[in-house]
């Protein structure tokens, strides 16, 4: 991979990975949720000036334990998102840094809500024969991460998944839409699309996931499992 994939993500120097459940185990990081690309929380605020006070305190939260986080900055709340390795993959420090903002946040008042907490992305099939990843890596002017994935190098868009087109198909690639979200919030999410005239396509992964189709026939999948990965 090239070293510019790096570019704004924390350093990974004698990195040791956290798994999802053991991050969950840290005191103090209740309100947060790992999913694709990291560990992630939403705290709600009532103006754009308390969202930005409460950005000042993550920014020092940021500089005493020595990681620095994502931040997504809303009059109707803030959303963090903190990870190490470009692939999402958590440490020490990640747990370390959600306890301290969740801290502040706390002391300020906020509330967490993990019904707004969804990452999303795009899953492309491509034939075994075929690598589609440099149209795409063009197109979206993203940058590779590993052999699978493509990101936005500030983090903001949808990443790109890359994946074995099955049964083949040359010349028949097709996409899908994969959306993770906390663990808890899952089948609520299948159940309303559900409702708006979804369908269930498989359910026999649930509830790590389920995939569930438009009245059209778009598909997408619904993605608890990064959640609780052990």
């Not at 185990?25 to 929380?41: C, I, K, Q, Y």
């Not at 899908?176 to 498989?202: Q, T």
Request: proline content about 7%; glycine content about 8%; aromatic content about 8%.
């Amino acid at each position: 991979m090239d070293d510019t994939a790096n570019e704004g993500a924390p350093p990974t120097d004698g990195f040791v990975q956290l798994l999802p459940l053991e991050f969950h185990a840290t005191p103090g990081v209740e309100d947060w949720h790992v999913l694709f690309w990291g560990a992630h929380v939403f705290y709600r605020t009532a103006s754009f000036a308390q969202a930005a006070g409460f950005v000042a305190a993550i920014a020092e939260a940021a500089s005493a334990v020595g990681h620095d986080p994502d931040v997504d900055v809303r009059p109707e709340g803030v959303t963090v998102r903190s990870f190490t390795r470009p692939d999402g993959a958590l440490s020490r420090k990640d747990a370390e840094l959600a306890a301290a903002v969740s801290a502040h946040a706390h002391r300020l008042g906020l509330q967490s809500d993990p019904s707004l907490l969804a990452v999303v992305g795009i899953a492309v099939a491509q034939d075994a024969a075929t690598d589609t990843r440099p149209f795409w890596e063009a197109a979206f002017g993203y940058r590779r991460v590993g052999d699978e994935d493509l990101t936005d190098p500030l983090r903001r868009g949808p990443h790109l998944w890359f994946h074995e087109l099955s049964p083949a198909r040359p010349g028949r690639g097709r996409t899908h839409i994969d959306v993770s979200v906390p663990a808890e919030e899952a089948e609520k999410r299948v159940r309303a699309a559900i409702a708006a005239g979804g369908r269930i396509v498989d359910d026999s992964q649930a509830p790590s996931w389920w995939t569930i189709a438009s009245p059209d026939n778009h598909g997408v999948d619904i993605a608890g499992w990064a959640d609780v990965e052990a």
